[in-house]
């Protein structure tokens, strides 16, 4: 699932280990000499964690002698997905389809951000605004992973400019 948000399956990657390396500034111990400080933080990112979350390591900031080093805060963000849109813990998904699709019936075939394939019937009536709304295929709700938000659909149809006779008799 990261990987279809951030491009690789961590943020963090070729930063080490999956953590991100934190640099303090040289510090100088009892006896004069300078000794260069680095410890790596490690973020566990959880399913449906959402922009604007913030991880705070307690004191893991630049640190001087005889100084209480800053805390080190991260703040999620969220890149643009090329097929869902996501509003709170609900992933918005449009499929174009033909008036002719509207007319004979349509089912809608949707690649999950886990990799499942979902196949589902459309049985109302498709029009314009009509959106169908699939329960518990959205984003995990990060309080209680085992539940998900929704899922909607949102359908753009495509009107043909013109009709050819006998597409109107077939109509």
């Known amino acids: 699932m990261l990987a279809e948000f951030f491009g690789r399956s ?28 680095e410890e790596i933080l490690t973020i566990n990112i959880k399913p449906g964690w959402k922009k604007g979350t913030k991880i705070t390591f307690l004191e893991k900031g630049n640190e001087q002698l ?7 805060v991260f703040v999620i963000d969220e890149k643009p997905h090329s097929v869902f849109t996501r509003d709170g813990n609900d ?4 499929q174009k389809i033909s008036l002719a699709e509207v007319l004979s019936g349509y089912t809608a075939t949707i690649t999950t951000l886990d990799g499942r394939k979902l ?5 109302n009536v ?7 709304i699939i329960p518990r ?6 309080k209680d992973p085992s539940k998900k938000g929704s899922l909607p659909i949102q359908f ?6 013109r009709l050819t ?3 109107k008799a077939g109509i």
């Open 66 to 72: 005889n100084v209480i080093a800053v805390d080190t």
């Open 91 to 94: 992933l918005t998904t449009a």
């Open 119 to 123: 196949s589902i019937p459309i049985n």
């Open 10 to 37: 961590s943020p963090f990657d070729g930063m080490g280990g999956g953590g991100v390396p934190r640099k303090a500034q040289s510090i100088a111990d009892e006896s004069g000499k300078t000794m260069p400080v």
């Open 156 to 161: 753009n149809i495509k009107f043909p400019a």
């Open 165 to 167: 006779t006998e597409q």
């Open 126 to 132: 498709i029009h314009p605004s009509y959106e169908e």
């Open 137 to 142: 295929e959205g984003m995990p709700i990060p």
